[in-house]
């Protein structure tokens, strides 16, 4: 027996948007699946933990990311939905328990709510969007989100800050030297904490989810320091 939960292609959302879903359940035992005996459990993840909220029965329909709850602006939040369906068992056989889950991340993120990194650091700002950015940048250092996907995103652009304007980030899938996707450049913001958008850069198309990287190029260290990222989308 198999669960799975499936969310449409674009991954990143924002809070209010109202997600469609279909679970499929294959079950070669009990054959045709009672989609009335399937569940799903849309939570909101922070940080390392989920809040569940209510099971939902049936394999498709649509939950709002507005009624998984709330936390303070800026905090690490991811939208998860967890789909489960328990067969009828037989022969003696206890009932088994398929379990499926899809983790949709939110279209901005805080640079410093990265997964992985090489060469960087979190560095404490005021100014900065969440009150911190990631700093001590030079060429070929990175930070990495997962799970992430780049399905249905139309561009990307980040919140920085810079006195020089040289350098760029470029956006990879699964490693740092993987397919890249977009290429930044990096304006002059006028000082290091003065921030600016980068205009938004199209995102070559990628299936799948991956582990993402944003790689950072400069022909100087310490050229720049990033605060956001965002991508765009229907």
């Given at each position: 027996m198999?669960?799975?939960?499936?969310?449409?292609?674009?991954?990143?959302?924002?809070?209010g948007d109202r997600i469609p879903y279909k679970i499929t359940v294959t079950d070669p035992e009990d054959g045709t699946v009672d989609c009335s005996e399937v569940t799903i459990n849309p939570a909101l993840g922070h940080d390392d933990h989920e809040h569940p909220t209510n099971d939902i029965p049936g394999c498709e329909g649509t939950v709002d990311t507005g009624d998984l709850g709330g936390h303070?602006?800026?905090?690490?939040?991811?939208?998860?939905?967890?789909?489960?369906?328990?067969?009828?068992?037989?022969?003696?056989?206890?009932?088994?328990?398929g379990?499926?889950?899809?983790?949709?991340?939110?279209?901005?993120?805080?640079?410093?709510?990265?997964?992985?990194?090489?060469?960087?650091?979190?560095?404490d700002q005021t100014g900065?969007?969440?009150?911190?950015?990631?700093?001590?940048i030079s060429d070929g250092d990175w930070v990495a989100f997962e799970p992430m996907s780049v399905e249905g995103v139309d561009s990307v652009?980040?919140?920085?800050?810079?006195?020089?304007g040289v350098g760029a980030i470029e956006l990879r899938a699964g490693a740092p030297d993987g397919e890249l996707l977009a290429t930044t450049p990096i304006p002059n913001t006028g000082d290091w904490d003065v921030y600016r958008?980068?205009?938004?850069?199209?995102?070559?198309?990628?299936?799948?989810?991956?582990?993402?990287?944003?790689?950072?190029?400069?022909?100087?260290?310490?050229?720049?320091?990033?605060?956001?990222?965002?991508?765009s989308g229907p």
């Open positions: 198999s669960t799975s939960a499936r969310a449409p292609k674009r991954e990143a959302k924002n809070s303070p602006e800026g905090a690490d939040l991811t939208y998860v939905l967890n789909a489960k369906y328990t067969d009828g068992g037989g022969d003696g056989a206890p009932a088994l328990t379990y499926g889950r899809s983790v949709l991340q939110p279209k901005l993120k805080q640079a410093e709510y990265h997964d992985d990194q090489s060469g960087t650091r979190i560095v900065a969007a969440n009150g911190k950015r990631i700093g001590d652009s980040y919140q920085v800050s810079s006195p020089y958008p980068t205009d938004p850069v199209p995102v070559k198309a990628h299936d799948g989810t991956h582990k993402l990287y944003l790689v950072f190029t400069s022909p100087q260290n310490n050229a720049f320091d990033v605060d956001t990222v965002e991508f």
